[in-house]
T-cell receptor
């Protein structure tokens, strides 16, 4: 089955700096890669996703890159703000009624 | 309006009891899920239903039994609760079972004493 590894497990950055979270996956058939943000005590919420036919996607301060050859994808947050503090999960899926496999999460702390 | 709503929000019970968690979505999605999030925040899928049909059944003890009376509802019944069942259980839905975003409910924090 699919295995998704996520690093780092914790990340502290100064407000205004950039943050990068990296994930690797094992199943070369995976073709959908969402990212979820979970604030303390809240539910996970989708912040951005990318499909395997695209190498990069950007939405304001958030961008995701995908390297299919190396089987890794990354989340980039620029100009971090205190409200970006949360746990971020990457995930991978091959579609076709197959499950979404989540990474182990990265706790991001943005220091004002 | 809450898109995916689950009840109760908190559930405290003793070992050996039986309990149920209910979930409803008003998004018109075809697929619903149960996820378990443990104390280390790992998110693990338990079950998935597509149009009331079970499509994913992970390695979950038989004490856990999902039921989907229609595609807008997915309930979870747990028999003979154990200490290790303590976790946050999230219901989720998605437009389809094929690579579409998950919409999570607010979670049910289950504590077994």
């Amino acid at each position: 089955g699919e295995n998704v590894e996520q690093h780092p497990s914790t990340l502290s950055v100064q407000e205004g700096d950039s943050a990068v979270i990296k994930c690797t996956y094992s199943d070369s058939a995976s073709n959908y890669f969402p990212w979820y943000k979970q604030e303390l005590g809240k539910r996970p919420q989708l912040i951005i996703d990318i499909r395997s036919n695209v190498g990069e996607k950007k939405d304001q301060r958030i961008a995701v890159t995908l390297n299919k050859t190396a089987k890794h994808f990354s989340l980039h947050i620029t100009e971090t703000q205190p409200e970006d503090s949360a746990v971020y999960f990457c995930a991978a899926s091959r579609g076709g009624y197959q499950k979404v496999t989540f990474g182990t999460g990265t706790k991001l702390q943005v220091i004002p | 309006d809450t898109a995916v709503s689950q009840t109760p929000k908190y559930l405290v019970t003793q070992m050996g009891n039986d309990k149920s968690i209910k979930c409803e979505q008003n998004l018109g999605h075809d697929t619903m899920y149960w996820y378990k999030q443990d104390s280390k925040k790992f998110l693990k899928i338990m079950f998935s239903y597509n149009n009331k049909e079970l499509i994913i059944n992970e390695t979950v003890p038989n004490r856990f039994s999902p039921k989907s009376p229609d595609k807008a509802h997915l309930n979870l019944h747990i028999n003979s609760l154990e200490l290790g069942d303590s976790a946050v259980y999230f219901c989720a839905s998605s437009p389809s079972a094929d690579n579409s975003p998950l919409h999570f409910g607010n979670g049910t924090r289950l504590t077994v004493t």
